[in-house]
């Protein structure tokens, strides 16, 4: 019992795993999570955050968390464009490739670590990023602490993801049990350590939903892309980011853009109904958890101080697009004639560049259920919720 012995071995469905020491109930991490975490839901489902078994071809996975669903790494898209030139979108492109054997889950065969970092592909599961003893804690004045021999820090009493406040005897949890400063994934056995605490952030208890008719709004606080750094450094401007800025107050123009634009062509918005969760941005740095849980109701767009983030333009776990992306950034309209491009679309909607492979489902997926008519006729790029370069 907890590697009191040494390197054990088990035999699992006829195979010998040696050095297994971890008393899981799955063969590996990600496997003993997704137990739980992974089901065959006709609609999305609480905590589930894995379709499985993976929906055949032309069906889109089914969980729709902000995190995003991890079925799509199993989708893998070819096909020709309108030119007579192919182009594809293999499955492993769309999210955090975690290694969970039991569920036919494999490393990333291009990128061996992390992009922009130095975390190693063929460690990566889902208690690399989630600490599945939930250590860290948020204390009364807001400051997350982990216990330390010869300290004493208050317990854990309720959950960190839904707003619930610290007293002064008792701490909340972190948002999603994610790991903090000095967190080291057993599966790399000390030799990698986290420099940045999670994030401030606030869900909605009805976090995994179809939003074709309202929003699920989570409120991002302090420390979100930082958090991401622990892994991919070179992103963030702190260490010479070379991607796009993030963690930085959005410029005057830039708030403007967001609060005012509603679609292609449409710049007539206001900014108390201007958010939408395809494109989040944090709330300034802020660690009060009462504000960001007032906030989970509203429509409401930036202000100048709010900040863009890593998961304003990614997801965290995984999506229907390359690169994790909330839409399609590989064509030029991501809808055509007023409805979702798709293999089985009419016109123009079924040419490859436009439909990447997809089906107007899995298309429609990607969007959470939106309808087409949300967007213009021939809606460009989600960029310019921002940019406005349409």
């Known amino acids: 019992m907890h590697n009191s012995i040494g390197n054990a071995s088990v035999i699992k469905n006829g195979t010998q795993f040696v050095g297994v020491t971890f008393l899981l109930k799955g063969t590996d991490q990600s496997s003993t999570c997704l137990n739980c975490h992974a089901a065959a839901d006709a609609v999305p489902t609480s905590y589930h955050v894995m379709t499985y078994p993976a929906p055949s071809a032309g069906l889109p996975p089914v ?106 005897t008792e701490a909340v949890g972190v948002f999603r049990l994610l790991g903090g400063k000095n967190y080291q994934p057993k599966s790399l056995s000390g030799s990698y350590s986290f420099t940045y605490d999670p994030p401030f952030a606030v869900s909605p208890t009805d976090y995994n939903r179809s939003e074709s008719s309202s929003d699920v709004r989570v409120s991002y606080g302090k420390g979100v892309s930082l958090w991401c750094a622990n892994c991919h450094e070179l992103a963030h401007p702190t260490f010479g980011g070379y991607e796009h800025p993030v963690d930085q107050a959005l410029a005057s123009t830039v708030q403007a853009t967001y609060n005012t634009y509603v679609k292609s062509g449409d710049l007539t918005g206001n900014i108390a109904t201007a958010y939408t969760s395809l494109v989040p941005f944090q709330i300034d740095n802020s660690t009060d958890l009462t504000q960001l849980k007032n906030l989970l109701t509203s429509k409401a767009g930036p202000q100048t101080s709010d900040r863009v983030m890593c998961l304003s333009c990614h997801r965290a776990h995984a999506s229907g697009w390359d690169s994790i992306s909330r839409w399609n950034n590989r064509s030029t309209f991501l809808t055509i004639a007023g409805d979702y491009p798709g293999i089985d679309a009419a016109g123009n909607g079924a040419y490859g560049e436009y439909a990447n492979g997809r089906t107007k489902a899995e298309t429609q997926a990607t969007f959470y259920g939106r309808p087409a008519s949300r967007y213009a006729t021939y809606q460009r790029s989600l960029c310019n919720k921002c940019h406005a370069k349409d």
Not at 122 to 133: E, R
Not at 145 to 165: C, E, F, M, N, Q
Request: aromatic share 10%; charged share 15%.
């Open 63 to 168: 969980q729709m968390t902000a995190g995003g669903d991890f079925a799509w790494l199993s989708k893998s898209y070819t096909w020709t464009n309108s030119d007579g030139t192919s182009d594809n979108s293999p499955g492993e492109r769309h999210g955090h490739n975690i290694i969970a054997s039991n569920f036919d889950y494999v490393a990333d065969t291009t990128l061996t670590y992390a992009p922009g970092g130095s975390y190693p592909g063929n460690k990566l599961t889902c208690i690399s990023c989630h600490d599945p003893h939930g250590r860290y804690r948020i204390v009364s004045g807001g400051l997350i602490k982990v216990p330390v021999t010869g300290t004493t820090v208050p317990p854990i009493a309720r959950s960190g993801s839904y707003g619930d406040l610290p007293t002064a």
